[in-house]
């Protein structure tokens, strides 16, 4: 009882079958015995389950013609841990499963007692004392032969009945699953299966699952031994019920103890004419004999061993057998990789060829493909700096001459040029994306003029309005720069700025924080102030007008509006984002921009400005008060410089001017 009490309990449908599955194998190894190499036309085992969705009157029998529970193997059958099949993995325990899983369990049997045949019948059950229950024993006809006949009845509430299948198809997948290698296997004998309504005749209805086969591959190890290998190509059927698609299934002693999903090596999901077929790899050997647990239901090793045995053992066989669909795949490959390395040049190291090489076979998933090249251009990074150190080394050496001065040169240039091209490169196709990003953001701007849920994207924030509030333990809050942003957009000058100052009062700017608003909706017709140096000789300032706003209040005239902000600053009186002084003096040039439609009551305002070179935009230059200039830029103008300033970078890394976002 004890010993039951400590077998592992089913956690799925087939260790939930294992007791049955047991059963059918003592079967088949019974006929094997009997009938030696003629096994496969005068063998056989009848196998009936019935089922049912509640797991009421659940039943089952196994009958086979083997030798019977004969003496020897009655002796076996009623001692724990015993040798008598040893030789080929089993240990006695299969019974102690049975009695773990069912209620009731009936024998009856017919073996040779040298010159006659006896049968033997009783109750298997659970109990501390006599197991055996209602034995008889007696004399059987000529014409009977050998045999045994077992009769399940009733799932214990242990976790079989939960576990048990109620479909009479997944009685059929999961036996067809766990049984393929004995079915596909030389030395099977007639076992015909009946559930519900539906018969199977194996190792002939197989056929109509295994479209092509190739079995006894030969795989010398060092590590394993001689392993056997048999590859299939199946009906998508033999993996129904299973997690997964194409699987390697570890074999002990004809028993399938594991089986390896290899969706994700493969990249496959279904391959074929009719794309409907899978992947089944059969593995046996010594190795895995010797390490399978007692009742057969797991190896001894690490789950790691298993991925050892199929990558460094397995794959050359496995993607050879599939190098047509995998060659398609590959194809698919290639597509994504182009596709990373036009966006992130970085990764791009090599010919689409060479970085392929680098990848596993059937991967498909653009993050991982990232991953595996971002990986390798490190590697690759660290031989770059190593030969760039060799070189200097080089260089400080006393003796170097004329030649070898330039060699090392040339060497440390080319090293740093590779990597530095490609990091560019990636730079120039991030300002493209931003550009094709901001002409998509003023569309929707414009044909949505209420407070569009499009200029709350914190992408718009982070390069529009360099700025956030944090709250202090304390519960105070506190403006601070953000890390990055993209004001490169207005002018070039503002490409390293650092943003240190808002007009917009702080009151107001944390009062947003504590309501349902984002302040993302501030860094509009706001002036926001940034610098190049600490104490700057000059200041940038920019202000943004909501693209498509053609109506304004009076007291919004942005030349008022600038003017004002730059009085503040001159005061002395204002501190910026650290909460430290605003100290300018008489000197500081201001340069102002205000990014706006040039529509409405802001085009009566400007009216007067200066035009600019290409008539059109503004430039209001203040005879006194502040030295510098106020530049009026509409949106379009904005986007159209951005894109012409940056169209030579854009056409030496071969970027076309196609909008990333089109819909074409």
Same mark, same amino acid.
């Given at each position: ?16 079958m294992?007791?049955?599955f047991?059963a ?5 190894h019974?006929v094997q015995?009997k009938f030696?190499?003629?096994?496969t ?5 009848f196998?009936?389950v ?12 196994v009958e ?11 002796d076996a059958?009623t001692?724990?841990?015993t040798d008598?099949k040893l030789?080929?993995g089993g240990?006695g ?12 369990i009936?024998?009856r049997t ?5 010159d ?6 009783f109750?298997f059950?659970?109990a501390?004392?006599d197991?055996?229950?209602g034995?008889?024993?007696a004399s ?18 242990n976790g079989y ?9 997944f ?5 067809t ?16 299966v ?7 005749h194996?190792? $002939?209805?197989? /056929?109509k699952i295994?479209h092509?086969k190739?079995? #006894?591959i ?5 590590? *394993?031994g001689? =392993? ?11 993996s129904?019920?299973?997690?997964g698609?194409h699987?390697v ?5 004809d ?10 090596k493969?990249?496959?999901?279904y ?5 409907d077929?899978?992947f ?10 010797q390490?399978?647990n ?16 199929i990558?460094d053992v397995c794959?050359?066989?496995?993607e050879?057998?599939?190098e047509e ?5 590959s ?6 990789i ?5 966006s992130?040049p970085s990764?791009?190291? $090599?010919?689409? /060829? ?7 076979? #059937?991967e ?5 493909i *990232?991953?595996h =090249? ?5 590697r690759?990074?660290?031989?770059q ?16 001459t ?17 990597a ?7 730079y120039?196709?991030r300002?493209?994306?931003v550009?094709?990003?901001i002409?998509?953001l003023?569309?929707k701007?414009?044909?949505d003029?209420?407070?569009?849920s499009?200029?709350r994207?914190?992408?718009l ?8 509030v944090?709250?202090?333990e ?8 953000a ?5 490169w957009?207005?002018?070039?000058r ?5 943003y240190?100052?808002?007009?917009v ?6 009062a947003?924080t ?9 860094i509009?017709?706001?002036?926001h102030?940034?610098r190049?140096?600490?104490e700057p000789?000059?200041?940038l ?13 009076d007291?919004?005239n942005p ?8 009085r503040?600053?001159?005061s002395?009186?204002m ?10 003096d008489h000197?500081t040039v ?7 439609d ?7 305002w400007?009216?007067?400005?200066q ?8 430039v209001y230059?203040p005879?006194?008060?502040?030295h510098?200039s ?16 940056n169209?030579a970078?854009?056409?030496?890394a071969?970027?076309?001017g ?7």
């Amino acid at each position: 009882m004890k010993r039951i009490d400590r077998l592992p309990k089913p956690t799925s449908v087939a260790a939930a079958m294992q007791p049955l599955f047991e059963a059918i194998s003592n079967a088949i190894h019974s006929v094997q015995n009997k009938f030696g190499e003629s096994v496969t036309t005068e063998g056989r085992v009848f196998v009936t389950v019935n089922t049912n969705r509640k797991k009421e009157g659940v039943w089952a029998t196994v009958e086979d013609n083997g030798l019977g529970l004969d003496d020897r193997n009655w002796d076996a059958f009623t001692t724990t841990d015993t040798d008598n099949k040893l030789g080929i993995g089993g240990k006695g325990v299969g019974r102690l499963l049975w009695l773990d899983c069912f209620q009731k369990i009936d024998v009856r049997t017919v073996f040779q007692d040298d010159d006659r045949l006896t049968s033997r019948s009783f109750r298997f059950r659970l109990a501390n004392d006599d197991q055996i229950e209602g034995y008889v024993e007696a004399s059987a006809t000529a014409d009977a032969g050998t045999s045994f006949h077992v009769r399940f009845e009733g799932l214990r509430d242990n976790g079989y009945q939960t576990r048990f299948p109620g479909r009479d198809s997944f009685v059929f997948q999961h036996l067809t699953s766990h049984f393929l290698p004995t079915f596909i296997g030389g030395r099977c004998p007639a076992v015909t299966v009946y559930v519900g309504d539906e018969t199977r005749h194996y190792p $002939g209805d197989i /056929d109509k699952i295994v479209h092509r086969k190739e079995a #006894g591959i030969e795989l010398v190890t060092e590590e *394993y031994g001689k =392993l056997l290998l048999t590859l299939m190509e199946c009906d998508k059927v033999a993996s129904a019920d299973l997690k997964g698609s194409h699987f390697v299934h570890f074999i002990a002693h004809d028993r399938t103890v594991h089986s390896q999903s290899i969706d994700g090596k493969l990249g496959l999901k279904y391959f074929g004419p009719g794309e409907d077929r899978v992947f089944h790899a059969i593995l046996t050997g010594d190795f895995l004999d010797q390490n399978v647990n007692q009742e057969r239901t797991a190896f001894m090793f690490e789950d790691l061993i298993l991925d050892r045995i199929i990558n460094d053992v397995c794959t050359v066989e496995i993607e050879r057998f599939l190098e047509e669909p995998l060659a398609k795949l590959s194809g698919e490959q290639r597509g994504i990789i182009q596709e990373i390395t036009q966006s992130y040049p970085s990764v791009a190291f $090599g010919s689409t /060829d060479e970085l392929q090489a680098k990848l596993p076979s #059937g991967e498909l998933n653009d993050d991982a493909i *990232y991953g595996h =090249l971002s990986r390798e251009r490190f590697r690759r990074d660290q031989r770059q700096a190593e030969k760039i150190r060799s070189v200097l080394t080089r260089l400080k050496d006393g003796a170097v001459t004329v030649d070898s001065f330039a060699t090392a040169v040339s060497e440390a240039g080319r090293a740093i040029e590779d990597a530095e091209q490609r990091s560019l490169a990636e730079y120039i196709i991030r300002r493209k994306v931003v550009l094709d990003f901001i002409e998509i953001l003023m569309e929707k701007v414009r044909d949505d003029t209420r407070d569009s849920s499009y200029q709350r994207e914190d992408v718009l924030h982070s390069f529009i309005c360099p700025l956030r509030v944090n709250t202090l333990e304390d519960g105070t809050k506190k403006v601070a720069p953000a890390s990055s942003h993209d004001l490169w957009i207005v002018d070039e000058r503002l490409t390293f700025a650092q943003y240190f100052s808002s007009d917009v009062e702080f009151s107001v700017l944390s009062a947003a924080t504590d309501s349902d608003e984002r302040p993302d909706v501030l860094i509009f017709d706001y002036v926001h102030g940034l610098r190049q140096v600490e104490e700057p000789s000059k200041v940038l300032l920019i202000e943004f007008k909501r693209p498509g706003r053609t109506s304004y209040a009076d007291d919004e005239n942005p030349q008022l509006q600038v003017e004002r902000y730059v009085r503040r600053l001159q005061s002395g009186t204002m501190t910026d984002v650290k909460g430290r002084p605003i100290k300018l003096d008489h000197l500081t040039v201001f340069h102002c921009f205000v990014v706006a439609d040039i529509v409405g009551k802001l085009d009566d305002w400007t009216y007067t400005w200066q035009r600019t070179a290409d008539g059109r935009g503004r430039v209001y230059q203040p005879r006194d008060g502040f030295h510098g200039s106020i530049e009026l830029v509409g949106w379009d103008t904005l986007l159209g410089d951005a894109r012409g300033r940056n169209q030579a970078f854009f056409d030496r890394a071969g970027i076309s001017g196609k909008s990333y976002f089109s819909a074409d």
